[in-house]
């Protein structure tokens, strides 16, 4: 198993440009995040402490294959939607310096026997000639990877023979790869036994949920103790929601002025849960499950936030 190269993130982003762009190939499957684009994610403190484990595998691969075993180079994400797996993904790639190529599972699937088998066999192809210098990320897996059934249809056989194809290409994968769902019951188990990591990414707690908002918040900036009360209404949102949320709060302070709206947080925060719903199947925070009393209680916070510095 080789250790992935890391390679100069100014210099790959530059290279893309040219006709010799070495992740060219991927852009009929997917999107390219250079390193340089990464976020660090905030994660919960199980989350955090295994993602440190696993970096100091891959930063002492030598001492651990002295003793006969290799760091692990697969991760499946699992997790309700929105939580950041994709993002998790990302800051991992990058602190190994090398691009994630996220596939869009939409763009492998297609209705012509066999067709999808292959796609997905030149996905591994061209990464397995980048010779580890790309990781590549296989969002919502369960739709090529769910459990094989004997229902006997054409339809079922080709699923079948699609998730045969994708065990093969892992087993002749030996670079970095990550996988995400939120149904881990629907993947077949041949598939799953094959990712040597299963991390949990799950919805942020107290202490995450203030980070989110105090990071989505800048340049404002709120008391501890307010930035707090905005982050307990939110409970039980994903991050993807709360950072809709926030930027959306952030675009109301922009615009009200000059839409003569009212400006004070509730009035703001009424606009914002009209466009911004929490998933069906998802908790519902305080903000949209108790609004009137949420509203109400928020009317206490200092308002309007300081704008510390421009942005950008």
């Known amino acids: 198993m080789r250790q992935p190269a890391r390679p100069d993130a100014s210099r790959a982003a530059q290279g893309r440009a040219g006709a010799d762009d070495p992740y060219k190939t991927f852009e009929k499957y997917g999107v390219v995040k250079m390193p340089d684009e990464s976020e660090p994610p905030i994660l919960t403190p199980a989350t955090r402490a295994a993602l440190a484990v696993w970096m100091m595998e891959l930063n002492y691969s030598r001492e651990l294959e002295a003793v006969g075993v290799k760091p692990r180079m697969r991760a499946m994400l699992e997790g309700p939607p929105g939580t950041g797996k994709t993002t998790l993904a ?19 699937i297609t209705g012509i026997v066999g067709s999808t088998g292959n796609n997905i066999g030149a996905v ?14 296989f969002d919502e897996i369960d739709s090529i990877g769910a459990a094989r059934n004997s229902d006997g249809s054409s339809a ?45 990414v799950g919805l942020p707690g107290t202490a995450e949920r203030f980070a989110i908002v105090k990071r989505y918040l800048h340049p404002f900036d709120l008391p501890d103790e307010d930035v707090a009360a905005l982050a307990a209404a939110l ?12 930027e959306q709060v952030k675009r109301e302070l922009v615009l009200a002025p000059r839409t003569q709206a009212a400006a004070d947080l509730p009035s703001i925060l009424g606009r914002v849960i009209v466009s911004c719903q929490p998933a069906e199947d998802m908790p519902s925070p305080p903000l949209w499950s108790r609004t009137d009393r949420t509203l109400a209680e928020l009317e206490a916070l200092s308002w309007p936030p300081v704008l510390t510095k421009k942005a950008g």
């Open 235 to 246: 409970e039980g949102a994903a991050p993807a929601l709360i950072k809709n949320v926030i």
């Open 124 to 137: 591994f192809s061209a990464a397995r000639k980048l010779e580890g210098n790309v990781a590549l990320f």
């Open 156 to 200: 079922g056989q080709e699923r079948n023979n699609t998730v045969i194809s994708l065990i093969q290409m892992l087993d002749r994968y030996d670079a970095m790869l990550f996988a995400a769902t939120n149904r881990p019951e629907a993947i077949d188990a041949a598939i799953w036994r094959r990712f040597e990591m299963q991390i949990t």
């Open 90 to 108: 990302h800051h991992i790639a990058a602190r190994l310096g090398i691009p994630l190529v996220i596939i869009e599972i939409s763009s492998l």
